[in-house]
């Protein structure tokens, strides 16, 4: 298993929902019309409160300033595993999991601040050029596995609806274009300023990436409705995962250790796991051959 | 032959070339999205001043005020002419020829004033509610053939690119989605800002239009090998056509007469031809069964 870093300097952003009509024009350029732009590293995320938008400088360019548009102030770099056969030969888990004691512990135990964008194709890590010395106004993840005793017990959301994580050859990605353009550009309408209630039984929720060439979406399976059957694949047909969002309040950048106290229970049990974060969230996305409830449990005696 | 007035109320309105990003939302939400829109009459025409964009209330309702959008004071009502098979059979021309005689003189004499919209299916004689008596920073063309020995002579300038006027299944309108979005949204760059050169051989000129569920595409050569081959759809395979652009500066709104000039000619000598005015100019897409040099002289003849 090697750990590489990527040649791409990443930008994290953040767009209202108020916003987005503003930015639906660059955002449409960075998602389909790739022989307009050099952008090689663009990910999309709608959750309730906003879009977040990662980005390399070339498709950051895009992005005029503006009220709508936060931009988080340093640059992150990808971290990517490159698993070289051998190695976690023992774990059938997927995603973070594979990850958790090899990388996000270490960094954690290095107190390196991470970000992470889990897509079908793999698991990025990102980390910030800037360390963890960020301003206050802007959100990241913090690991910081020393303070673990002192570490906050954030509360979780589970909402009932459940995910699949797909992707498709980019030469369709034409051929779903109206659909993706509908959901992603016009779905929002009528729960426009839904407030994040914690009690919740529905997320919004929608990831979109495009990265070196590859596309991977998440999404829920009322939006998986909407799409052609025969583009979407996945990797074991069917297969659905539930989200547990962390965070009650969005997170602050003074904390550290979320994304460790998340993936290592779940590594010590060997359940699959995506981890999304975005501008103000952490989402994980867990395998559903394990129980909510036991999730539950192991999450709550992790972080208490 | 009969002349009716469709049940639309429309709005005659042109974005700035530097606008058009911001109306980016909406206006894909108008082509695209037909299960989110109301709007059942939408055209949108790309010149080298603006895009002229004609669509009914429901429609012009997603169009926010701004500084980038000026809007034609008074609703128009749109009159298509349909055949009933035995009128007009002497003549095998078609477009604005077919109804110069019938319709566009008689209007003229009435001093109605018209906006044409010529589409592959049919051609739209928009007629303004509020007749001649239009505020003077707005644009439309006003026919007065009674005033034809004061007619102003206006250059006309004939491109060199051809074009061809096609449409296609409004089913197979999502397959070509991610090409007509380049086309009309991101295209322009190279050129922004370009003046309009009397002497210009090159002409950039896109219209596409949602009517009542039928599309139709007026597109040149270079735009035409962007899009799959087996899609869109022509009378006559290869079909191309030439443009007569009419007026030199935009056309004033207290001058009558020019559609009626150009078509009565036409008319005259049986030439097929297409028109379409925009905010700014006239277009009459002439055949190319007639040579150009001979279309010159028969429109030199009728303004002179």
Redesign the interface.
Known sequence: MDLHILDHRLRVTSISKTG???Y???L??LI??RN?TRCKFFSLTETPENYTVVLDEEGFKELQPSAHLQVEGSTWLPLNVVSNGNASSSSQAVGVTKIAKSVIAPLAEQHVSVFMLSTYQTDFILVSESGVSLPLYYVCVCVCVCSVPHATVHPVLIPENQFCVMSLDPDT???I???L??VL??SNSPKEGASVDQDMEYIKFFSFSLIDGYVSLVMDTEAQRQFPTDLLFTSSSGELWRMVRIGGQPLGFDECGIVAQISQPLADSDISAYYISTFSFDHALVSPFFSLFDTQNILALSIS
């Open positions: 987005l009509e503003q639906t024009h660059p449409i350029k389909f019309l307009r990605l034409p051929a274009a109206t659909t353009i509908d550009f016009y």
